[in-house]
């Protein structure tokens, strides 16, 4: 089955330590984003990449570090710098044209929910 | 700055009525939006979208209704089930950069 996968489902990190989230589609979709979901919040973009090697801030960078040496792959790594990572995660991955309706839609992985100890 | 949000928090209704969910948006450079459900830790499942150039787009129980003149944006859900019970979000894509703007989120609960 065609999806997007993330792991693991739960992580928990020490204060100072970098830790890294895994993303990875078979959709054959060319864009990948990661956002970030606080409770009782929308999503707020972290990065996303519309094609392998490269990638662009989203509106919550800081923090944060990605890479996209693959098509299917986008793993986001949570730095020692981002103050406050307890949040939940998600990746979402999609294609990139605009003749059809729906080719744009977003899809999401199950997420990935990180706490701070 | 631009932003999507939402009107109503919070809705609740009975099994079998419909429900509506509201959405503002203030881009009007908008040309596609999208309705996704949210169930309590998963993540965001696409129900239905539509592009500027259109009013209305319907699905399997569900109709979008897009009023340009007033940036509005709504979620028609018929014959509500407890299973549609979930945060509703609204997102839109303006201009070329591919960047989804997410709205708050409305809890609907279904009673039974």
């Known amino acids: 089955d065609g999806g997007i996968t993330q792991s693991p489902k739960y992580l928990f990190r020490k204060e100072g330590q970098n830790v890294t989230l895994s993303c990875e589609q078979n959709l054959n979709h060319d864009a990948m984003y990661w956002y970030r979901q606080d409770p009782g919040q929308g999503l707020r973009l972290i990065y996303y990449s519309q094609i392998v090697n490269d990638f662009q801030k989203g509106d919550i960078a800081e923090g944060y570090s990605v890479s996209r040496e693959k098509k299917e792959s986008f793993p986001l790594t949570v730095t020692s710098a981002q103050k406050n990572p307890t949040a939940f995660y998600l990746c979402?991955?999609?294609?990139?044209?605009?003749?059809?309706?729906?080719?744009?839609?977003?899809?999401f992985g199950p997420g990935t929910r990180l706490t701070v100890l | 700055g631009e932003s999507v949000g939402l009107h109503l928090p919070t809705l609740s209704v009975q099994e079998g009525d419909n429900s509506i969910i509201n959405c503002a948006y203030s881009?009007?450079?908008?040309?596609?939006f999208i309705w996704y459900k949210q169930e309590s830790g998963k993540g965001p499942q696409f129900i239905i979208d539509i592009r500027s150039n259109m009013d209305k787009r319907q699905g399997q129980r569900v109709t979008v209704l897009l009023n340009k003149t007033v940036k509005h944006l709504s979620l028609q859900i018929a014959a509500t089930q407890p299973g549609d019970s979930a945060v509703y979000f609204c997102a839109e894509i303006g201009g070329s950069n591919y960047k989804l703007t997410f709205g708050k989120g409305t809890l609907l609960t279904v009673n039974p």
């Open positions: 881009n009007s450079a908008s040309d596609y």
């Open positions: 979402a991955s999609s294609n990139l044209g605009l003749a059809v309706p729906s080719t744009d839609t977003q899809y």
